[in-house]
């Protein structure tokens, strides 16, 4: 099946300090998702991103779709304690099922 | 509105037992889903049924059985519980595909 890399891994930032995540595909996405999965808890829906060179913000939360529509970003300015948890993306190939990456956890140090 | 709501939350087996895991979601979706999540793994999809009457197999289907019972309902069965299916397991829907997903607390379930 379709993979989508993310990355990093984790990531521990001083709080205040941005904070972004990268999703990559070697093949054109239909569209991509990206989810908020708190410690303990289930994956939250963020934002959907459809079109070529979209971006959308949510409050401190900026995310963008690359023009070739192979990679996205999610982008956290001034991170607060509430920001901790797993990001994580999802991509959908054509009418393929969507395919999570392996997540990005975020920590925080006060 | 309760949403996506799993059974039980928390369940151990031992090797060779069989047991099913419950789903159900009060939000009239058609498509719902099962997934399975390993540390440094991500969400990996076991099953899944587009709608009412139908199911597929996912990434992962291996070892498992699914059955979409009516709209509401859609269950996953381990015939014979293996120390790899050791996961934490989320059932999931959507009102079509591609839509977003909205997930249930989960189901973290240990095979000794």
């Known amino acids: 099946g379709q993979q989508v890399m993310q990355i990093p891994q984790y990531q521990h930032v001083q709080e205040g300090e941005d904070f972004t995540t990268y999703c990559n595909s070697s093949?054109?996405?239909?569209?991509i998702q990206w989810y908020k999965q708190r410690p303990g808890g289930h994956p939250v829906f963020l934002i959907q991103l459809v079109k070529s060179g979209e971006v959308k913000k949510q409050k401190r939360l900026t995310f963008q779709f690359g023009e070739a529509k192979k990679n996205s970003s999610l982008h956290i300015t001034a991170t607060q304690t509430t920001d901790v948890g797993t990001y994580f993306c999802a991509a959908a190939f054509g009418n393929e099922k969507l395919t999570f990456g392996t997540g990005t956890r975020l920590t925080i140090i006060p | 509105n309760a949403g996506v709501t799993q059974t039980p939350k928390f369940q151990v087996l031992k090797t060779g037992q069989s047991m099913t895991l419950q789903c159900a979601q009060d939000m009239n979706h058609n498509s719902m889903y099962w997934y399975r999540q390993d540390p440094g793994m991500g969400l990996r999809l076991i099953y899944y049924?587009?709608?009412?009457?139908?199911?597929d197999k996912g990434e992962v289907p291996n070892g498992y059985n699914v059955s979409r019972l009516n709209k509401r309902e859609f269950s996953l069965r381990l015939e014979s519980a293996a120390p790899s299916q050791t996961s934490v397991y989320f059932c999931a829907s959507t009102p079509r595909e591609f839509y977003e997903q909205y997930f249930g607390p989960g189901t973290r379930l240990t095979v000794t």
């Open positions: 093949t054109t996405l239909s569209n």
């Open positions: 049924s587009a709608s009412e009457g139908t199911t």
